[in-house]
Antibody, heavy 119, light 108 residues
């Protein structure tokens, strides 16, 4: 069964960037699509974008297009999400989520990474 | 852009109740819909995919139905473990918008 382990919590200054990693193990990395989903405090789930490592193709939600970068390293079976120009509105828990059969519904989830943006 | 609207936002129920949550899409999405359960401080858990397919390990009291623009998640007899927030998600690998509904909190 695939497991996803994310990098640790981050505290960032406004205007800086954050890069969150998601290491996959226990399954075939290229059989999955990986999404990044965030959840601001007390709010719902927001799909930010995703990548299909087999084809190295990424899709981004319109809200984040031109800002977010999602990549995947097949050698290390790790997915990444980088978000620049952080503001306090980016304070949230960021989840990596894996969808089998390279689909964007998510049957595997990472533990979440809290990113706090504060001066 | 497709919008996903869940109702109700909050649902008060008792143990043993039959509970139904609705998710409406602003345009047809076929059966490309998933349902998740989330408890406080935890990652979401997949319950249903492709509108009506029960994920392995999910109890059979949970079911999903619908197609096109209207979908429902039903819990036939509410148990203590079911008190949580539920989200629908429209998914499509050929579209960049894999949108979640705003969530439905099921509370006692």
């Amino acid at each position: 069964q695939m497991q996803l382990v994310q990098s640790g919590a981050e505290v960032k200054k406004p205007g800086s960037s954050v890069k969150v990693s998601c290491q996959a193990s226990g399954g075939a990395f290229t059989d999955y699509a990986f999404s990044w989903v965030r959840q601001a405090p007390g709010q719902g789930l927001e799909w930010m974008g995703g990548i299909v490592p087999l084809f190295n193709t990424a899709n981004y939600a319109q809200k984040f297009r031109g800002r977010i970068t999602i990549t995947a390293d097949r050698l290390t079976t790790t997915a990444y999400m980088e978000l620049p120009n952080l503001t306090s509105d980016d304070t949230a828990v960021y989840y990596c989520a894996g969808g089998r059969s390279r689909t964007y519904f998510a049957d595997r989830w990472g533990q979440g990474t809290l990113v706090t943006v504060s001066s | 852009d497709i919008q996903m609207t869940q109702s109700p936002s909050t649902l008060s129920a008792s143990i043993g109740d039959r509970v139904t949550i609705t998710c409406r899409a602003s345009q047809s999405i076929g059966t490309w819909l998933a349902w998740y359960q989330q408890k406080p401080g935890k990652a979401p858990k997949l319950l249903i995919y492709k509108a009506s397919n029960l994920e392995s390990g999910v109890p059979s009291r949970i079911s999903g139905s619908g197609s096109g623009t209207e979908f429902t998640l039903t819990i036939s007899s509410l148990e203590p473990d079911d008190f949580a927030t539920y989200y629908c998600q429209k998914y499509d690998n050929y579209s960049p918008e894999n949108i979640f509904g705003q969530g439905t909190k099921v509370e006692i």
